[in-house]
C-alpha cells in the first residue's frame, strides 16, 4: 500500500501561488493514476486534477490554465502547481494514489495539506 505525505500549503493573497508536494513511499507510484482533491468546510471532496502513468493531464473547469499538475517518478513525488489563486480555491488539499487490477483496487490518500487564499 502507498502512504502520501502532502506538503506546501498555507496561507496566500489573491493572485499568489503556492506548490503542493505529494511524496510517496511504501511503493512505486510510476504506475498509478496520481490525483489531487480539494475540499471546503462542508462541501463534498472533489477532483482537482490527475494525472495517469503515461502522463496524461485531467483538470475541474475551474483551475483550467490556472494549475498544473506533474509527477517525478523517479522522486516518487506528484506536484500541483497553483497560479492566480482565489479566495474560493480555499480547502484541504488531498493527495491520492490509485490502481485499478483485475482482482482489486488501491486507493490511498494523505492526510490533506490546507491551502488558505486571503487577503
Known amino acids: 500500500q502507498v502512504q502520501l505525505v502532502e506538503s506546501g500549503g498555507g496561507l496566500v493573497q489573491p493572485g499568489g501561488s503556492l506548490r503542493l508536494s505529494c511524496a510517496a513511499s511504501g511503493s512505486m507510484i510510476s504506475i498509478y493514476l496520481m490525483g489531487w482533491y480539494r475540499q471546503a468546510p462542508g462541501k463534498q471532496r472533489d477532483l482537482v486534477a490527475h494525472i495517469s502513468s503515461g502522463g496524461t493531464t485531467n483538470y475541474a473547469d475551474s483551475v483550467k490554465g490556472r494549475f498544473t499538475i506533474s509527477r517525478d517518478n523517479a522522486k516518487n513525488t506528484v506536484y500541483l502547481q497553483m497560479n492566480s489563486l482565489k479566495p474560493e480555491d480555499t480547502a484541504v488539499y488531498y493527495c491520492?494514489?490509485?490502481?485499478?487490477?483485475?482482482?482489486?483496487?488501491?486507493?490511498?490518500w494523505g492526510q490533506g495539506t490546507q491551502v488558505t487564499v486571503s487577503s
Open positions: 491520492n494514489a490509485k490502481l485499478v487490477r483485475p482482482l482489486q483496487t488501491y486507493d490511498s
